[in-house]
């Protein structure tokens, strides 16, 4: 069986097998394009994604995620049902309890709060294209009238607020990178395409200068759009030098 789908509370879950596993499981948290059905997922259906998940697979790699309620914007419900699906997966599969996360996009704001959560679980983790605040995301969408409205709309939608209450409640609770301190390995793989991607390096310069300061386990790796296909090469060695201790 190279894959099977799965549900969880009202989401529908995929977990991939690889054909020598190693024992090590990668829970993949995705970004707002994401979603998984009864049948197949966003990952498996993109061509990128699929190359990526196959290459985690013939590395070895248990490969699972969930829908997560699809545009979560790091809510609360989605956090506690990726610690669910990881529960559930460590009953169910042979893996490792202390498990790598992939992130992308907004499933860094999800990742966050696993990290601080589940942190004696959690192995190391990879972020691609993170959105590393939420708040510094709506500030980046104001110019864009449309799509900032359509945000509004969907943080409405997963924090179970009034549109105009969203803003307000962003700024009273959210946890953002620039406040983590943790020793679990991070890596940010940041692909340099787009406005909103290099709006966000800026966002990470910054940051970079206090983890620096703080001595924190925090790497940035800056690609070019051509280099993209690198992506698996960069993640299973980053993942591969964090596995010594079992």
């Known amino acids: ?8 509370d009202t989401e529908w879950n995929m977990i991939h097998y690889p054909e020598k596993p190693t024992g090590f499981g990668i829970l993949i948290i995705g ?3 994401n979603f998984v059905d009864e049948k197949t997922s966003f990952w498996s259906q993109n061509e990128g994604k699929l190359s990526l998940i196959n290459s985690l697979k013939k590395a070895g790699y248990t490969v699972f995620y969930s829908n997560l309620y699809g ?5 609360s419900r989605a956090v506690h049902l990726a ?3 990881y ?4 009953r169910t599969e042979i893996i490792n309890q202390r498990i790598h996360l992939l992130a992308e996009g907004m499933g860094a704001l999800v990742a966050l709060q696993l990290l601080k959560e589940m942190k004696g679980n959690i192995r190391s983790v990879v972020l691609i ?4 605040s939420l708040r510094h995301h709506l500030e980046q969408e104001k110019e864009h009238k ?3 409205k359509k945000l509004l709309k969907e943080l409405s939608s997963s924090y179970e607020a009034e549109s105009n209450q969203i803003i307000e409640i962003i700024c009273q609770t959210e946890n953002d990178w620039s406040s983590l301190h943790s020793d679990v390995p991070v890596k940010i793989i940041h692909v340099l395409s787009g406005n909103r991607a290099y709006k966000q390096s800026n966002l990470l310069k910054e940051l970079s200068v206090k983890w620096r300061n703080e001595d924190s386990p925090i790497t940035i790796t800056y690609l070019m759009p051509e280099k993209k296909v690198q992506l698996g090469y960069y993640i299973i060695n980053f993942l591969r030098a964090h596995e010594e201790i079992l």
């Open 129 to 132: 294209n993170p959105v590393m």
């Open 71 to 75: 545009k979560n914007w790091g809510s």
């Open 31 to 33: 970004d707002e394009r």
């Open 146 to 148: 449309f799509f900032y």
């Open 83 to 85: 610690k669910s699906l």
């Open 87 to 90: 529960e559930f997966i460590i």
């Open 1 to 8: 069986m190279e894959n099977r789908n799965f549900k969880l």
